[in-house]
C-alpha cells in the first residue's frame, strides 16, 4: 500500500523558513517523480514542485522559484521541500505526491494527507 | 500557463441523480487531463487520468470524456459518498495547473 506522510508544517514568521519532508513506503520511492502541491484555506489546488526520480531534474511554479527548493533522499525513501523567504500568501496545507511513472507528463496518483504552513506574525 | 476553468461551481443533486460537470483548457492539453475528488480534511484522489480512463479501485459509475480543451467528468447515479469537490488537472505541459472545482452537494 503506498503510503505518504508529511510532517515539518507550522507556525513561522515572515521571511522565515522550514523544510517540509514527506516519508514515502510502499512502492519503489527512486523509480517516481514526486510532486508538492499546496491548497490555502478554503481554496483550490495549486502545483509547487516536481523532482525526477534521480533527483536530477526539477521544475518549480513561477510564484515560489527562488525560495523553494525541492528535494529527495532516495536512500531514506524522503522527499523534501526547503521553504525561505516565506510570505503570508504561502500560508496552505502542503501534499506530498507521486507521478504514476517516472516521466513529466503523468498524472499524481497518489497524495499524501498533508501538512499545514501558516506564515503569520 | 494553462488556464483550467470548471463548470459549475457548485452543483446540487438528490442521490441516484446523474451528474454531470466540466472542465475548459485554455490552450489544447491533448488527452493529458486528470479528475480528481477531495472530501474534507483528505488529500484528493485519483478518479481519472488520460482524460477517460478510471484509476484503480474506482467504481465504473464514475466515466470522463474529451480531449483538447473540453472536458466532461459524470457520476451516472450519485452515492452518498460521492458528495465532494471535484478538480480537473491538465499534466501536458509545466507549470501544471487546476481548475477551481465543482462542489457536488446534495
Known amino acids: 500500500e503506498v503510503q505518504l506522510l508529511e510532517s515539518g508544517g507550522g507556525l513561522v514568521q515572515p521571511g522565515g523558513s522550514l523544510r517540509l519532508s514527506c516519508a514515502a513506503s510502499g512502492f519503489i520511492f527512486n523509480s517516481f517523480v514526486m510532486t508538492w502541491v499546496r491548497q490555502a484555506p478554503g481554496e483550490g489546488l495549486e502545483w509547487v514542485s516536481a523532482?525526477?526520480?534521480?533527483?536530477?531534474?526539477?521544475n518549480y511554479a513561477d510564484s515560489v522559484k527562488g525560495r523553494f527548493t525541492i528535494s529527495r533522499d532516495n536512500s531514506k525513501n524522503t522527499l523534501y521541500l526547503h521553504m525561505k523567504s516565506l510570505r503570508a500568501e504561502d500560508t496552505a496545507v502542503y501534499y506530498c505526491?507521486?507521478?504514476?511513472?517516472?516521466?513529466?507528463?503523468?498524472?499524481?496518483?497518489?497524495w499524501g494527507q498533508g501538512t499545514l504552513v501558516t506564515v503569520s506574525s | 500557463e494553462i488556464v483550467m476553468t470548471q463548470s459549475p461551481a457548485t452543483l446540487s443533486v438528490s442521490p441516484g441523480e446523474r451528474a454531470t460537470f466540466s472542465c475548459r483548457a485554455s490552450q489544447s492539453v491533448s488527452s493529458n487531463l486528470a479528475w480528481y475528488q477531495q472530501k474534507p480534511g483528505q488529500g484528493p484522489r485519483l478518479l481519472i487520468y488520460g482524460a477517460s480512463t478510471r484509476a484503480t479501485g474506482i467504481p465504473a459509475r464514475f466515466s470522463g470524456s474529451g480531449s483538447g480543451t473540453e472536458f466532461s467528468l459524470t457520476i451516472s447515479s450519485l452515492q452518498s459518498e460521492d458528495f465532494a469537490i471535484y478538480y480537473c488537472q491538465h499534466y501536458n505541459t509545466w507549470p501544471l495547473t487546476f481548475g477551481g472545482g465543482t462542489k457536488v452537494e446534495i
Open positions: 523532482i525526477s526520480g534521480r533527483g536530477t531534474n526539477t
Open positions: 505526491a507521486k507521478f504514476s511513472e517516472n516521466e513529466w507528463w503523468r498524472p499524481v496518483d497518489y
